[in-house]
Every structure is written in structure tokens, then in C-alpha cells.
């Protein structure tokens, strides 16, 4: 979950990923960050929002400073009453993530500025540093990430 140091090779977003979304009166995942509030326990130093994936809500905290998403979801078990974590980067990414000392299984997908999905996968705990952890990455650039336990990621487009 920590981002790793090295980039993953970037790959050029394709065109029908960066084609606006079908039903433009969805917000967008950014209305959703801005209208963030502070998250409880056990994540109190993080802000809380609600997305919809796939058309699901979804209570999440939300990780937008690199130390928020460098710190992830490390040496948590449980997400208390959140289904999972919204990673923010402020440009599109293509950076890697590791499960170092994330003791549970956890599904990630990769999303665009626009919201649409570009990828997704399962990871693995790792109970070692970082540096010996593998790095786990998207086929193509992205702007959000949402992390949620093994087999609690809806599939679908990601909006506010």
C-alpha cells in the first residue's frame, strides 16, 4: 500500500479511456473529496467521504497528502465502519504499491481523472520491509485508487 519509490513503467492512458463519462450529470470522485469531513476512529487523522463505485456507495477514508498515502493501510486488520481507501494523487500517476506489513488481502483498482476503471487486482500481505515486498501496479496511468479487503471491491466506474 505504501507507494514504492520507482515508478512502474508508465503507459500512455488509451483513447477511450480518457473520453468523458457517459452520464454527465454523475458528479465526479472530486466532488466527492472536496466534500470530505473528518473520519473516525480508526482513522482519525484522515477525512471521510462517500463514493460511488459501480453504483455502490461506499464509506471510505481518504489518503490525498503523500504521507496519508504512504502510510495506507499498513498494520490494519480491520477498516472499523469504512468499506475501504480512497488514494488522491494530484496528476496522473502510474506509481506502484506494496502490501509491507499489511496483514490482510486487499483488492485495488486503478481509476482516471475521469473515473472510469483502467484496472484492478488482488494483493497479497507481506509481512517484510517494503524493499521486499512485491510492487504492484496498473497497466495504464491513474488519478484515484481505491483499496477495499479481498472481495469487497464493486466493479464499475468510480464518481462522487
Known amino acids: 500500500m505504501r507507494r514504492a519509490a520507482a515508478a512502474l ?4 492512458l488509451a483513447p477511450s479511456l480518457l473520453a468523458a463519462p457517459a452520464d454527465a450529470s454523475v458528479p465526479p470522485v472530486s466532488h466527492a473529496v472536496r466534500a ?18 459501480g453504483g455502490r ?22 477498516l472499523g465502519p469504512y468499506r475501504g481507501m480512497l488514494f488522491v494523487f494530484p496528476s496522473d500517476s502510474s506509481v ?14 486503478f481509476y482516471g481523472a ?20 512485491p510492487v504492484y501496479g496498473a497497466s495504464h496511468s491513474f488519478r484515484y485508487a481505491v483499496e477495499t479487503l479481498a472481495g469487497g471491491l464493486p466493479r464499475g466506474s468510480l464518481t462522487g
Open 9 to 12: 513503467l508508465g503507459a500512455a
Open 36 to 53: 470530505a469531513t473528518p473520519a473516525t476512529e480508526p482513522f482519525p487523522d484522515l477525512t471521510q467521504t462517500t463514493i460511488r463505485l
Open 57 to 78: 456507495a461506499l464509506l471510505v477514508v481518504v489518503a490525498q497528502t503523500e504521507t496519508e498515502r504512504e502510510a495506507g493501510l499498513r498494520e490494519r486488520a480491520t
Open 96 to 109: 506502484g504499491f506494496t502490501m509491507s506489513t499489511v496483514p490482510v488481502a486487499l483488492d485495488i483498482g
Open 114 to 133: 475521469n473515473g472510469r476503471n483502467v484496472d484492478r487486482l488482488r494483493m497479497t500481505p507481506c509481512p517484510y520491509p517494503e524493499s521486499q515486498c
